[in-house]
Structures are given as C-alpha cells and as structure tokens.
C-alpha cells in the first residue's frame, strides 16, 4: 500500500536554493506516484524566500508553507512541521538539495516494506559518500559523533544528519521535543533509540550546497548539542527506570 509521505523543509534565506529544491522533489516524486506533501515552515527570512515559495505553489499542487512570525529556530520549524504533517511517514529534508531524492524514496521503500520497523537513519559515513564536505566541519563532526556513540551504546555514526525517515506516530510519541535549533538532529535519533524503536541504518549521500551559506554555527552547535545530549541521557536513565518498573 502507498503511505503518505510527508516532506518538511526548514527555511531561512533560501530565496537562491528554494525554487529549484521544490521544483525538482516535487517532479521526482509525483513521476514516481508517491502520494506525498511537502511542507515548508520558514524562520522569518528577511529575503525573498517566502514570495518564491508562494509562487511555486501556484503551480505546483501538494505544497505547503508556514511562517514563524518570529526567528524560533530550525528545530522550532522541524516540530511545526511535524504538527501540521499529516502522512504516516516524515522525513526532514534540507532546502538546498544537500540530500537525494533518490535516497529518500530508498527509505521510503523500505519502511513501506518493513512495517516492522519504526524509521530510517541515514549515514553520510557509511560509504563516505560526501562531495565537498568542509574539512574543519568533517572533523568536528567524526570526533563528536564518535563520543555520542560511545556514550549511548549504539553503533552509528551519522546522528548529527538530519536526513532521516520516521513514522509520524514515533514523533508524536517521543514528543514534546524541546530542541530549538540543530540539536533536533540529535534530540530525534536518541529518543528514538532509548525508548526501543526499531531502526535501520542506510547509507546516503550528500552534497554542499550551491547557493547560499549555512546556518550552523559551529561553536553555538556545540554548545547546544551538548545540552541536548545531557538531555537525552537523563531522559534515557528515567524511560529505562520507568520501563523496569512495569516489568
């Protein structure tokens, strides 16, 4: 059976990336007769990234847009997201074509058939697969991955890539998710980890962006990111405990 799909796509300064993202995922996957929604929530972009949008959905059915009347953050933008999607199956995709198409109907086609499994983790590293990744940021990313992994037990190396696929009623579960920023990249996959979620791991590609510049700022990244997994390490310890007890 042909699940929903729904797509949720982050935006901020986008105007020189969006139209061409948009346009070609949706062309993709409306050739490969995927029911499916893309949802666009944009962080109050002081660019031209919301007329842009707006005038694709003009043209182009099963497109949405919201707008954060204030600058919350990209993980504020990735829960509205998640609140106004309505498939059985979310993915988190980047508005600069960064991620695959291709890679998102490999997990799509496999949790359709493995209805056993809860969601899809992508992994940049798997077959280092990565076209101009930045150096400095490959570095902090191997070292910080590697001590998150450590940490939770779990062999996976790619929490920090927010290309993933989840079933919708997971993310309600594992809700509220209290990450503002790029931290919900890790927020997401730990949950999901410690409370016993079936996973799988696929190998995905990934390429630098075009247009634009990114918005992750690495020393804020750090900061936050170690919050967040403070956070979920609490959050591990009182779910097991919780689980114990009702065994």
Same mark, same amino acid.
């Given at each position: 059976?042909?699940?929903?799909? %729904?797509?949720?796509?982050?935006? *901020? ?45 003009? %043209?182009? /059915? +099963?497109?949405?847009?919201? #707008? ?5 953050? *990209? ?5 509205? /997201?998640?609140?106004?999607?309505? /498939? ?11 991620? %695959? ?8 086609? *496999?949790?359709n058939s493995n209805p056993n499994y809860d969601?899809v983790f992508g992994d940049r590293w798997k077959?280092? +697969? ?14 910080? +991955? ?6 939770? !037990? ?8 927010? *290309?993933?696929?989840?079933? !919708? ?16 990249? #890790? ?7 410690? !409370? /016993? ?13 075009e247009h634009g510049v990114s918005k992750l ?27 114990? %007890?009702?065994?």
């Amino acid at each position: 059976m042909n699940k929903k799909l %729904s797509i949720i796509i982050p935006t *901020f300064q986008e105007e020189k990336s969006i139209k061409e993202t948009l346009i070609y995922l949706h062309n993709f996957l409306d050739n490969q007769k995927v029911n499916f929604e893309i949802i666009v929530v944009d962080d109050n972009s002081n660019d031209k990234t919301q007329i842009v949008v707006n005038k694709i959905i003009e %043209s182009y /059915g +099963n497109i949405r847009f919201y #707008l954060n009347k204030s600058k919350k953050g *990209f993980g504020n933008s990735i829960v509205k /997201g998640i609140e106004c999607s309505s /498939g059985r199956y979310v993915s988190i995709m980047m508005a600069d074509r960064s991620d %695959s198409e291709k890679d998102l109907m490999t997990y799509y086609n *496999f949790l359709n058939s493995n209805p056993n499994y809860d969601c899809v983790f992508g992994d940049r590293w798997k077959e280092n +697969n990565t076209k101009n990744y930045p150096i400095v940021k490959r570095f902090i990313n191997r070292i910080g +991955n590697r001590i998150i992994s450590k940490l939770f !037990r779990v062999n996976y190396s790619d929490f920090t890539n927010s *290309f993933k696929m989840y079933k !919708r009623d997971l993310l309600i579960e594992i809700s509220p998710i209290i990450s503002n920023h790029f931290s919900i990249t #890790l927020e997401l996959p730990l949950k999901t980890i410690s !409370r /016993g979620f079936k996973y799988k791991v696929i190998s995905n590609s990934w390429e630098n962006r075009e247009h634009g510049v990114s918005k992750l700022r690495i020393i804020n990244s750090i900061i936050t990111y170690s919050l967040i997994i403070i956070y979920c390490l609490i959050d591990k310890y009182f779910w097991n405990k919780r689980y114990v %007890s009702k065994r």
